[in-house]
Structure formats: structure tokens, C-alpha cells
């Protein structure tokens, strides 16, 4: 079955801390790739997404994600994490081409302390 | 501009109602997009349209669940005889292509 999994289910870090977190998908053919972030009170929000070309993407507030196909994942990244990146992260698939429905992870649960 | 707006915010209902929950796209976006959250889950897919049509509904639970979208703009989410297990949060989101969907806020659905 066409699933998403995250690891991670909640992380606490300290400010300037780095952080990864895990997403794998799984399914062999082909995928877009997208992990979205949830503030606090907030509306889901797309971080990035890889279609296709470099997998290594970036996207806002200094996130990247890395997709390695051998190993059909696609983590996230952030060399040193703020206060203000507490939230919950989601990594979504969508798998083939013919539908647009995201397949969601269940999520992580970031805390980053002060 | 504005974004993807969703009505009622908070609904609570008794078991056995009919709710509908309401879905306002961003402008100029065909393709709308219903999902579903349960707490400690993820969203968790369940219709989208492509203009006024249903392209994939795979995810509609079974027929206690209908979706509409007439003028291809707003979209309306049906559920007939709700059940408590229906109680989750429904999202709606809206997109021009594949690229990135656009999430509302969300009707958070309560059923006692």
C-alpha cells in the first residue's frame, strides 16, 4: 500500500541545535516529494518539494531536504533550528501521475527550547 | 490575496445528523482538495475536483460521504448520519497544478 512514514513522532531540541527528521515513502515508481509545516494556530504551509533534477532542495527559512531514491527518503534539515521553528513538520507524497492527492506522514512534533 | 476559507470553523452535531461543511477556494484555482485529520494523525485524503468534476474520490470512507463543487469554485463536503468516528478536522485545500496545495484553516467537526 502507498504510505508515508515519519520516525520521528515528537523531538525536542535546544535553539542552534541541528535537526533532522526522517520521511520515507513507499513506492518504487515515480513520486513528488513534499514536507509542509503547521505553526502553532496556523494553516499547513508548504516548506519544499522535490519533482525532479538536483534532490537536494531548499526551501524557506533555511530547511532543506535530500531525496535518495535508493533508499526511498526524503528527510529534512536544518543546520542550526530557532524558537520560532516549533511546530508540527508533515511529509506528504504524491505517488505516479495520475492523481494530485497527498499521501501525509503523521507527523512530527517540534519543540525547540530557548 | 486571500486564501482558502472554510465554514463553519468549529460544528458540533449529534449522532445521526446531516452536516454539510463548506470549502471557498482561491481564486482562479481548479483543482480542490478535501482531506480529513484525526488528532495525532496526519491529513488523511478524501476527494478532489478538477474544475466541477470528481477526478479521484478514492478516499471518500464509504457513502455516508458525498462532495460537491456545481460552479467549480466553492465545494461543499455532505455527511449523512454522522457517527462519532466522523469527528476529526476537515481540511480543504485548493491548487492550480500539482505544485503546491493551499490549506484553509479547517472545520473542526465534533459529533457527540
Known amino acids: 500500500a502507498q504510505s508515508v512514514s515519519q520516525h520521528n513522532h515528537h523531538v525536542i531540541l535546544s535553539e542552534a541545535a541541528s535537526l533532522e527528521l526522517g520521511c520515507n515513502y513507499s513506492y518504487g515508481g515515480t513520486v513528488n516529494l513534499f514536507w509542509y509545516v503547521q505553526y502553532p494556530g496556523q494553516h499547513l504551509q508548504l516548506l519544499l518539494k522535490y519533482f525532479s533534477g538536483d534532490p537536494l532542495v531548499k526551501g524557506i527559512k533555511g530547511f532543506e531536504a535530500e531525496f535518495i531514491k535508493s533508499k526511498f527518503s526524503f528527510n529534512l534539515r536544518k543546520p542550526s533550528v530557532q524558537w520560532s521553528d516549533t511546530a508540527e513538520y508533515f511529509c506528504a507524497v504524491i505517488y505516479g501521475g495520475a492523481t494530485n492527492k497527498l499521501i501525509f506522514g503523521t507527523g512530527t512534533l517540534l519543540a525547540v527550547q530557548p | 490575496g486571500a486564501g482558502v476559507s472554510q465554514t463553519p470553523s468549529n460544528k458540533v452535531t449529534e449522532k445521526g445528523k446531516y452536516v454539510e461543511l463548506r470549502c471557498d477556494p482561491i481564486?482562479?484555482?481548479?483543482?480542490l482538495y478535501w482531506y480529513r485529520q484525526s488528532l495525532g494523525q496526519g491529513p488523511e485524503f478524501l476527494i478532489y475536483f478538477q474544475g466541477t468534476g470528481a477526478a479521484d474520490d478514492s478516499g471518500l470512507p464509504n457513502d455516508r460521504f458525498f462532495a460537491v463543487r456545481p460552479e467549480g469554485s466553492v465545494s461543499t463536503l455532505k455527511i449523512q448520519r454522522t457517527e462519532r468516528g466522523d469527528s476529526a478536522v476537515y481540511l480543504c485545500a485548493s491548487s492550480v497544478d500539482a505544485n503546491e496545495q493551499f490549506f484553509g484553516p479547517g472545520t473542526r467537526l465534533t459529533v457527540l
Open positions: 481564486s482562479g484555482h481548479t483543482a
